[in-house]
């Protein structure tokens, strides 16, 4: 099978490691790619923006089949053209990846199909969003409604706060995905993640995991895009599992198709557990990173067959095994990150990783032959162990073996679940 992935970062690394190990690949191309998914696939330079390059290219290379890592293409419908042109293909079409590009059309299909999520209301404008979060009280919630690289999200402690997060979105702090806001109901608990495959009719559960959003130690500091995770989630016990399953993805499932939009692709549902049980905060399209890192070194099975079986509509006829072992990944970034940081500055030493580790590559470059940090997460640091200190010990040695002057990361890493394992 010919294979086309789609991205560049350590989620796209890890689904390349472990799709290259399938007995079914015989030919892999990665686009744009990065140097550590060079290890598995040949890098195109294909603009992935420009559909019709992207159909050219599998055209000429008789591609049997796209997996598309990001949201970004998916939202700009990039699985919906490749499908128009017979080509199969790992991800939902742009008006199903609604689920991500917007959270007031999220909220719609949880209140039609009575999927637990915190209370809202939509806005267009400030003065009813206002007299909302005055009527309701603090703590409360302001979204914007599009994609705003993960920053559009103010948990309001007091009604000023939100009511300052009214006025960012709709004075252009997030730009169009501000134009329309959502007001919702602080939801208290532990989150979770929960990743479960759909072809639109059968859906398949993966594994749970966690992440660590804040840049510091202790869960302190700015947002990022996740300074690290780890699976399983311990909060997620069977019974969670099994509820997630009924209460909010087979309903989520049947509602899209009822709507006229068919989820082909992975749920990755954002829990927060509350003391009603799970409720759903928000979901993306495609994996997390870096949750995905941690998915993949625990996955058994062979991925390939398990994409396919979602894009031939044949999820009812495969399973997947994963290994008991907890998976830990930490993230290293460029200092700075996420605000400023330099650029190109060099990595000496990436470790070669043995049975249950891996560096997964992100934000790097090849400049002059050498390894360079371009982007603000850089490495991700992967292990497995029998616990989650054991694979966060495992995961930490591996990273003191990086040469990288330019790098930090979080050291604490998994210390909820450790907390957990100890008590
Ligand atoms: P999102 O971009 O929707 O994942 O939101 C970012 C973060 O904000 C989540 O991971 C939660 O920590 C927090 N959050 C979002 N919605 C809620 C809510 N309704 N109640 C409490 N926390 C929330
Ligand atoms: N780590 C969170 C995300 O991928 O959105």
């Given at each position: 099978m010919?294979v086309?992935l789609i991205g560049?970062?350590?989620?796209?690394?890890?689904?390349a490691?472990?799709?290259?190990?399938s007995?079914?690949m015989?030919?892999?191309?990665?686009?744009?790619?990065?140097?550590?998914?060079a290890e598995?696939?040949t890098?195109v330079?294909?603009n992935?923006d420009?559909?019709?390059?992207?159909i050219?290219?599998?055209?000429?290379?008789?591609?049997d089949?796209?997996?598309?890592?990001?949201?970004?293409?998916?939202?700009a419908?990039i699985?919906?053209?490749?499908?128009?042109?017979?080509?199969?293909v790992?991800?939902?079409s742009?008006?199903a990846?609604?689920?991500e590009?917007?959270?007031?059309?999220?909220k719609?299909?949880?209140a039609r199909?009575?999927?637990?999520?915190?209370a809202?209301?939509r806005f267009?404008?400030?003065?009813q969003?206002?007299?909302?979060?005055?009527?309701?009280?603090?703590?409360?919630?302001?979204k914007?409604?599009?994609?705003?690289?993960?920053?559009?999200v103010t948990?309001?402690?007091t009604?000023?706060e939100a009511l300052?997060a009214?006025?960012d979105c709709?004075e252009?702090?997030?730009?169009?995905?501000?134009a329309?806001?959502?007001?919702?109901?602080?939801?208290?608990?532990e989150?979770?993640?929960?990743?479960c495959?759909?072809d639109?009719?059968h859906?398949?559960a993966?594994?749970?995991?966690q992440?660590?959003?804040r840049v510091g130690?202790g869960?302190?500091g700015?947002n990022?895009?996740?300074m690290?995770a780890?699976?399983?989630a311990?909060v997620?016990t069977?019974e969670?599992?099994?509820?997630?399953m009924?209460?909010?993805?087979?309903p989520?499932?049947?509602?899209?198709?009822?709507?006229?939009?068919?989820?082909?692709?992975?749920?990755?549902?954002g829990?927060?557990?509350t003391a009603?049980g799970?409720?759903?905060?928000?979901?993306?399209?495609?994996f997390?990173?870096p949750?995905?890192?941690?998915l993949?070194m625990r996955?058994?099975?062979?991925?390939?067959?398990?994409l396919l079986a979602?894009?031939?509509g044949?999820?009812?006829?495969?399973?997947a095994?994963?290994?008991e072992d907890p998976?830990?990944?930490?993230?290293?970034?460029?200092?700075?990150y996420?605000?400023?940081?330099e650029?190109?500055t060099?990595?000496?030493h990436?470790p070669?990783?043995?049975?249950?580790a891996?560096v997964?590559?992100?934000?790097?470059?090849l400049?002059?032959g050498?390894?360079?940090a371009?982007?603000?997460?850089?490495?991700?640091?992967t292990a497995?162990?029998k616990?989650v200190g054991?694979?966060q010990s495992?995961?930490y040695?591996l990273?003191?073996?990086?040469?990288?002057?330019?790098?930090?990361?979080?050291?604490d890493?998994?210390w909820?679940?450790?907390?957990?394992?100890?008590?």
């Amino acid at each position: 099978m010919k294979v086309l992935l789609i991205g560049s970062g350590g989620r796209e690394h890890a689904l390349a490691w472990k799709l290259a190990q399938s007995p079914l690949m015989t030919e892999f191309y990665a686009a744009p790619g990065n140097p550590g998914i060079a290890e598995h696939a040949t890098l195109v330079s294909v603009n992935v923006d420009d559909h019709d390059a992207v159909i050219a290219f599998c055209k000429d290379k008789a591609i049997d089949f796209v997996v598309v890592g990001p949201e970004a293409p998916l939202v700009a419908g990039i699985a919906d053209r490749l499908r128009r042109e017979g080509i199969a293909v790992f991800g939902p079409s742009a008006a199903a990846a609604q689920l991500e590009g917007s959270k007031g059309f999220t909220k719609d299909i949880c209140a039609r199909y009575d999927i637990p999520t915190g209370a809202y209301q939509r806005f267009d404008n400030a003065p009813q969003a206002k007299a909302y979060i005055r009527e309701q009280g603090a703590p409360i919630v302001v979204k914007a409604d599009g994609l705003a690289a993960g920053k559009g999200v103010t948990v309001a402690m007091t009604v000023d706060e939100a009511l300052v997060a009214v006025d960012d979105c709709f004075e252009g702090a997030f730009g169009e995905a501000g134009a329309e806001v959502v007001v919702e109901a602080y939801l208290d608990g532990e989150e979770a993640s929960f990743f479960c495959l759909s072809d639109g009719k059968h859906a398949l559960a993966l594994a749970t995991a966690q992440d660590h959003k804040r840049v510091g130690e202790g869960d302190t500091g700015p947002n990022t895009g996740g300074m690290g995770a780890y699976s399983p989630a311990p909060v997620m016990t069977p019974e969670m599992v099994e509820r997630t399953m009924k209460e909010i993805i087979e309903p989520t499932m049947r509602g899209m198709a009822e709507s006229g939009y068919p989820f082909s692709g992975v749920f990755f549902a954002g829990l927060m557990i509350t003391a009603n049980g799970p409720e759903l905060i928000e979901y993306n399209v495609r994996f997390g990173d870096p949750e995905c890192q941690v998915l993949m070194m625990r996955l058994k099975s062979d991925l390939l067959p398990l994409l396919l079986a979602t894009a031939n509509g044949t999820l009812d006829q495969v399973k997947a095994e994963w290994n008991e072992d907890p998976a830990l990944t930490v993230v290293m970034a460029s200092k700075g990150y996420p605000g400023s940081y330099e650029k190109n500055t060099p990595i000496r030493h990436v470790p070669e990783a043995g049975e249950g580790a891996k560096v997964f590559q992100a934000g790097t470059a090849l400049k002059d032959g050498a390894l360079v940090a371009t982007g603000g997460r850089v490495l991700n640091v992967t292990a497995s162990g029998k616990t989650v200190g054991e694979a966060q010990s495992r995961a930490y040695a591996l990273l003191d073996k990086v040469e990288w002057d330019n790098g930090f990361c979080r050291r604490d890493i998994g210390w909820q679940a450790i907390k957990r394992e100890k008590a």
